[in-house]
């Protein structure tokens, strides 16, 4: 392995409102080289990259590529540095071929027209280089998730990027095209090529990468070379923090059994997924990003049309395919992404919190204006939402003010079983807090709770049971005292 | 809670800021009006109940199409066919009554019905595929001119009876008809936006589409439902205007749609869909109404008057565009 160093990243700060997200992190970065970063969520892996790419600027620090001292102000700058990143979701124009997807932006000219001819070309050499089997001809929606990224690999190197960053490669396709994957890295590094290589898919590291940083939360634990290191030293150094104070769960044993699902499987993410709810009990659902945990939650909220599989409420046979039915049945499921799946940004926060229990205050075209805001009032206050008014739009909150009216317009509903999936993302600490006192409040009243959350502290400090999933399968479920990050990672890594 | 008080008071304020963002289209209005009122050319014409009734009347078919553009619009859709969905409309009622000797009422109800069918056909198609809404109607609108022509041979549907006019030409004491439909409907609309479920609901499809799918809302319903009652609309808005002009036309309409979009637009409704309010809608009908009043009164050249037209429209949504970005 040729030791030039290639990629210099020294002293890198990087602050958020609130947050430290990175405190002086150093990476580097040797040519012909494939290097892990790992970390958990929020660690600062995309951060980094982000800073590499010209997406952010770091407060502090330097870049330094090929010994040489760079500024990297945009994105533009550093494709001029020899950076590309592939990131998660592809951005290639789905009705262009690949020719055009690859020279997007700088077309080879004929005087004042494409040069079609030396395009495809081109790209036809490029493509077999790498050996792929389809065309420069080929519209990029014609190609499959794992072939586009090939595309992006090719479009990368034919730029003449020395410095190549991939994000989660691998999370989307199947085995044989992730050894396929593998194959043309292989090459790439054989031409010099630095690869950083994001992944949670752990196995993957020593089949493929020479080095591995660990960064964790916002801070760099370590570098070392895959060969000197083991799978569970690894998993302390991504996890090994101290949990933080806030958590306020008063841990109890779970009443009747009010949630029995059996086999869900979707024929997607889900494959066979059963577990029990109790009354009163908090039961989490841990897993990597993947895993199909909201998924399987989907299928039992009614939002899934088709899946198979048994589900029962208190003990009575149900197959919602209807969110309807799921809510008068006492269900209730506050979703993963608020922005998308959630909120209404340009209404209210009083529209947004009363959304669910309309027919409270409307009796046909009878509408109780009073009942309305008190409903709003009611719950608004009860996770101590910081809103100037009930009439505010809720775009205009923060983000824990806005998952607290998610939360609200759920509560609004009555349920007896709450299901809340990433509850405290993007959410700042206090909120946090609340968010989990509420959460334990609610337990305390009866209330089964499932949350499914990727902190593993916050899984760890307000589970009383936890189920960890991977592709697609619980694969194991871990009462509370033998609950711990080693154990969680051994099974959802699997 | 001291949290209580606090709110209330600032629902109070809330109304004032109902007020504040319709501020822009209210002072048009009264600019356009009272321009209109001191001029000299206009003045004596303009500020007598006649002419204010009058242009309550030629706008009132418009503000039909406006009040379900509304709610099509907020949905973050459009509607193209109930320009023809018009001349459709009166031209059955018209026949019913003079090819087959069916009783007024039966023939304006038959004419309203044509509209909701339409109406339904669009929503059907729309809420059942991803087809876009401006495709759909795009191609309703082409069937029911097309339907129009081919039902009529091309030539208006005469109309002899007195009571036909009633609905269109008539009056109720000193209000035209046209106009008691209009404040019946407007009322009727602003009831469901505003007071039910389904109103509620057209916001939140319209503003995010798959949140509305998480809370449980039967988002093609909503849309059926949105769809077919602008089809209603545009019967009604068919039938009172082939009463007024005592005959279904085939030729009725043309345009309108645009008219209805013009209104709605001007209105302070986002094309993005997921807001906007009637209380807009109907200054914006007003707005439009009124220019084409003054512009008569005015004498300005017809061919003119459809390019202020244009820019009043143009220069409304600027505004707009202008408040929207300064928030």
Redesign the interface.
Known sequence: MNETILLKMKNIHKRFPGVNALDNVDFELHAGEIHALLGENGAGKSTLIKILGGIYRADDGDIYINGEKKEINNVFSAQENGIAIIHQELVLVPHMTVAENIYLGREPMKGKFIDREMMNSETEKLLKTYSMCFTPQTLIVNLTIAQQQMVEIVKAVSSNSKILVMDEPTSSISDKEVNFLFSIMKTLTAKKVGIIYISHKMSELWQICDRVTVLRDGRLVGTECVNNITKDNLISMMVGRKLEQYYTREFQSGGKTVLRAEHLCDGEMVKDVSFELHEGEILGFAGLIGAGRSEAMQCIF??KKKYTGSIWIKGEAVHFT???D??KKGLA?V?EDRK????????SVK?NAT??V??EF?K????NKKTE?DIA?KYV?MMNTKT????QPVSHLSGGNQQKVMIS?WLATNPSILILDEPTRGVDVGAKAEIYSIMNYLAKQGIAIIMISSELPEIINMSDKVCVMANGTVKECLPHNKVSQEAIMKFAAE | ?D??G???I??K??AY?YFKENMGIIIAFIVLFGFLALNPITMHAFLTSQNMFNVLRQISTNMYLACAMTMVIILGGIDLSVGSIIALSGCVAAACVVRHGMSIPVSLIMGIFVGLLFGMINGFIIAKTTIPAFIVTLATMDIARGFAYVYTGGSPVRVVSKAWQFIGAGYIGRIPVPVIIMIVLLIITA??M????PG?HI??VG??V??A??????VKKIKFQVYAYSGLMAGIAGVVLASRMYSGQPTAGNGAEMDAIAAVVVGGTSMAG??GKIGGTIIGALIIGFLNNGLNLMNVNSFWQYVVKGVVILLAVFLDFVRNNKK
């Open positions: 009614g939002l209807s969110p309807v799921a809510v499921l979703p998308l799946e959630g909120l209404y940004h340009i209404q529209y959304i669910e309309l027919k409307i046909g075209i009878y509408l805001t009032d206050s100037p008014s009930l009439n317009r | 809670m949290n209580k606090k709110s209330d600032k629902i304020q809330g800021q009831l469901i505003n007071n039910t479920r509620r916001y939140a503003g995010n798959t949140a799918v998480f809370s449980g809302i039967s997921g807001s």
